[in-house]
């Protein structure tokens, strides 16, 4: 799985293509489902988290220049991972043989779960929305009551009802 993950790295070619198109190839060129996705992000953070210890006595670079660094070793791919060393990455640093952040990449994973967390609030809202609907047709009972004081509250005793039936109102107040 692992020479799976370092593959799609590779094929990002954040070298030539940059953060942008990279991340762009990775959710619209790579075939990949959004879960996968998601896990060669977690592994991509991984790898370069586990990078920290052992270069951290490299000079010459502040803290964001250090994770920088990190990330182009990353991004260089799997067999350049696997060979680094302290002396290999202050030459890095010395020759500025590395760019912002590969990290940034994955800003389009990021772009895509909040799209998707929109679109799942906003059908949450839409059922809800409908099942107060239903409640209001069919007349009587307890949860039109609930309805009927839910529209008739102040934003405060709202999320109070939010609270209470989340099963009715939770995705109907901010």
Request: proline letters at 1%; aromatic letters at 12%; one cysteine or more.
């Amino acid at each position: 799985m692992e020479s799976v993950m370092w593959q799609v790295i590779e094929d990002m070619n954040f070298n030539e293509r940059g953060h942008k198109e990279a991340g762009l190839y990775l959710i619209n060129e790579s075939g990949l489902k959004f879960g996968a996705v998601k896990e060669v992000e977690s592994f991509a953070r991984r790898k370069c988290a586990a990078l920290y210890n052992q270069l951290f006595d490299v000079t010459g670079v502040s803290d964001d220049s250090y994770d920088d660094l990190r990330w182009q070793i990353v991004a260089n791919g799997e067999e350049f991972y696997n060979n680094i060393t302290l002396e290999k990455a202050q030459s890095m640093i010395d020759n500025n043989e590395f760019t912002e952040s590969f990290a940034y990449a994955f800003h389009a994973v990021d772009d895509i779960v909040d799209e998707q967390q929109s679109a799942n609030l906003f059908l949450k809202k839409e059922r809800a929305l409908k099942r107060i609907e239903q409640i209001r047709q069919t007349g009587g009972g307890f949860d039109q009551k609930l309805v009927a004081a839910f529209e008739h509250a102040d934003n405060g005793n709202k999320r109070r009802l939010a609270i209470g039936f989340p099963e009715l109102f939770e995705h109907l107040v901010d």
